[in-house]
């Protein structure tokens, strides 16, 4: 059964470090791009980040402050967020897309397999 759980989110106050974690069970990731997502209350989901291979992509609201990598046995995506900030708060998700990042990086229907979610609040 192919499955992804993310874990890592929590309460933090704004400056402040997570690490989210995305752990495929029954499967690698090394044929998948895996992007995270992240939703507010009342938003609808954005694109935050995808990675494939040596290839990463950044939203321009978390770049320069998010970091998103994989781990060497190519079953955990992690997403490093640095200088968090109130607005960065939403529920976190991860997703797989079969291949390369999709031309449309953040568009949710590009994605096949998705996380629960995990939730990360910013305090100011």
């Known amino acids: 059964q192919v499955q992804l759980v993310e874990s890592g989110g929590g309460l933090v106050q704004s400056g402040g470090s997570l690490r989210l974690s995305c752990a495929a069970s029954g499967f690698t990731l090394d044929n998948y791009a895996v992007a995270w997502f992240r939703q507010a209350p009342g938003k609808e989901r954005e694109g935050v980040s995808c990675f494939h291979s040596a290839y990463s992509h950044y939203a321009d609201s978390v770049k320069g402050r998010f970091n998103i990598s994989r781990d060497e046995t190519k079953t955990t995506v992690y997403l490093q967020m640095n200088n968090l900030k109130p607005e960065d708060t939403a529920i976190y998700y991860c997703?797989?897309?079969?291949?390369?990042?999709?031309?449309?990086?953040?568009?949710?229907?590009?994605?096949?397999?998705w996380g629960q979610g995990t939730q990360v609040t910013v305090s100011s």
């Open positions: 997703a797989t897309h079969w291949g390369l990042c999709p031309i449309n990086l953040y568009i949710p229907d590009e994605y096949e397999n």
